[in-house]
């Protein structure tokens, strides 16, 4: 997986330089982008809902404390 290279780079192999494929990122299409971020096609998949915890501190932080 093209994604992968950079932890490859980093973790697995000595060398350091992840192998991108495309090697430029001129060569970057926008389908290959717009794949990247279209939604999945299957009646299983469920969404991740995380909670919004920059609001929950707040939250945190406005409560009085006694």
């Known amino acids: 997986m093209p ?3 950079g932890v490859r780079a980093l973790l697995i192999d000595t060398d350091k330089k ?3 494929e495309p090697s430029k990122l001129e060569l ?3 389908e290959m982008v717009d794949r990247c971020f279209a939604g999945i096609d299957d009646d299983d998949w469920k969404y991740l809902k995380l909670p919004c915890s920059r609001s929950n ?3 945190e932080l406005l ?3 006694l």
């Open 57 to 59: 501190r707040l939250e």
């Open 63 to 65: 409560k009085p404390k």
């Open 3 to 5: 994604e992968s290279q």
């Open 18 to 20: 992840p192998k991108w």
């Open 28 to 30: 970057v299409s926008k």
